[in-house]
């Protein structure tokens, strides 16, 4: 159910992020219990990191920076979120 506080165009621009996020999700073929690293968490790669988890994916992994994304990421399905530094360093 759509909440009546919402606008027609809030709710057109969340169904267009979460059908492009779902559909790269399903284009990956990830097989159930497979491993997923979703890059960016925005809008869109937060459905695909949900779109991951609703397909089965054993481990999911979702690569952000900004903190906000990383708590969203691991709200919506991330087993693990991982971010990058300087130079493409792999942070926790």
């Known amino acids: 159910t759509i909440p009546p506080s919402l ?3 809030q709710v057109a621009y969340c169904t267009d ?6 559909m790269g999700a399903e284009h990956a073929n990830i097989p159930v219990g497979g491993a997923v690293a979703v890059f960016a968490q925005g809008p869109v790669g937060l ?6 988890r609703l ?6 992994i979702a690569v952000e920076v900004v903190p906000q994304r990383k708590k ?3 709200e919506v399905g991330a087993d693990v979120v991982l ?10």
């Open 17 to 22: 992020m979460m059908s492009t996020g779902f």
């Open 55 to 60: 397909l089965g994916a054993g481990l999911v």
């Open 83 to 92: 971010g990058l530094a300087a130079k493409g360093a792999i942070t926790k």
């Open 72 to 74: 969203l990421a691991k």
């Open 7 to 9: 606008t027609d165009e």
């Open 47 to 52: 459905m695909a990191t949900v779109g991951a």
